[in-house]
């Protein structure tokens, strides 16, 4: 993964392309679609940036693939592992419903 | 060939590092994957309460909330590309337009900050509070807005303040460029995370 580095036009480039993922984000939120489809676009999005930025903007993609593998699988499991709350939040809604 | 972080007659002691990097720049790589955990943890209870509630308030209009949301977002990310530069011209030695970048990046860093403390007083003076919900909906959206967006925006404070440091030690000589490059990352993080605030907590809660 360890490369040559890209010049501030790339820069540039890829700041434009965050800016459109943003504006994308806004266009999606003023269909007020329903909560659950646009709760699942935007995360896409908001990975797809952080991908970007973690990759470009913070030169991981240019750094040893050894730094890469230590540092991003650990964090996508702890992620994951955060995500196993959803059935009680559900739960608990429908706590509240029966009250 | 090795990066030795201490001068050169420690040289002998220091183990090359297994990442091919400078310890400062690992160090800060760990120091991100950990506040990275840190708010996702507060993310994650944010969408918790929300969807445990029955009654989750919604508060913000297109205008001027919305928009005002967006500004700053196009700031933060314009202040990533200001880093970059300033990044670029330490690997080049110029210490002048490193001082300058830095200089762009910490006023961009600044009128976030402001424009974000104007949004905090506004919603405070329309009777928002940490458990005060003036639209009478449940009272949890203060806490957890307040939350993130407070510890968002305290990244991004000391932030500004470690970019001064790093462009005074410069400047002066007393710093590398490793050193504005490991503050860049730690920049580049706070950009990151507003990229998860911003549609999390503004977009998901628009009228």
Not at chain 2, 47 to 57: D, E, H, M, V
Not at chain 2, 135 to 145: H, I, L, N, V
């Amino acid at each position: 993964m360890a490369n040559q580095e890209p010049g501030m036009k790339f820069n540039v480039a890829i700041w434009v392309g965050l800016l459109v993922i943003v504006a994308i984000e806004t266009v999606i939120a003023l269909q007020h679609p329903p909560a659950r489809t646009l709760l699942v676009s935007l995360l896409c999005l908001a990975f797809l940036e952080a991908a970007i930025g973690v990759l470009y903007f913070m030169h991981l993609k240019y750094e040893s693939a050894k730094l890469f593998w230590s540092l991003i699988p650990i964090l996508l499991f702890v992620l994951f592992m955060m995500d196993h709350v959803w059935a009680d939040a559900y739960r608990m809604a429908r706590m509240s419903l029966l009250k | 060939m090795s990066e030795a972080t201490v001068g050169e007659g420690h040289a002998a002691l220091i183990e090359s590092s297994p990442y091919g990097i400078q310890s400062k720049k690992l160090a800060m790589w760990l120091f991100i994957v950990s506040d990275a955990c840190t708010f996702a943890a507060l993310l994650v209870g944010y969408g918790f309460l929300r969807i445990g509630s029955l009654n989750w308030t919604k508060p913000f209009d297109f205008s001027p909330s919305i928009i005002n949301a967006l500004v700053m977002t196009v700031i933060l990310l314009t202040s990533s590309l200001t880093m970059l530069a300033a990044v670029g011209a330490a690997k080049a030695g110029n210490r002048p337009r490193v001082f300058r970048w830095l200089g762009f990046t910490m006023l961009l860093g600044a009128i976030f900050a402001a424009m974000h403390l104007r949004e905090w007083f506004k919603l405070f003076s329309e009777g928002w509070g940490l458990q005060a919900n003036p639209m009478g909906g449940d009272p949890q959206f203060g806490a957890t807005f307040f939350g993130v967006t407070g510890l968002h925006l305290l990244h991004v404070v000391s932030g500004v303040v470690a970019l001064a440091v790093i462009a005074l030690g410069y400047s002066s000589k007393r710093l590398d460029a490793n050193h504005v490059e490991t503050a860049g990352l730690y920049w580049h993080f706070v950009d990151i995370v507003w990229m998860f605030v911003f549609p999390l907590l503004y977009l998901m809660n628009m009228r």
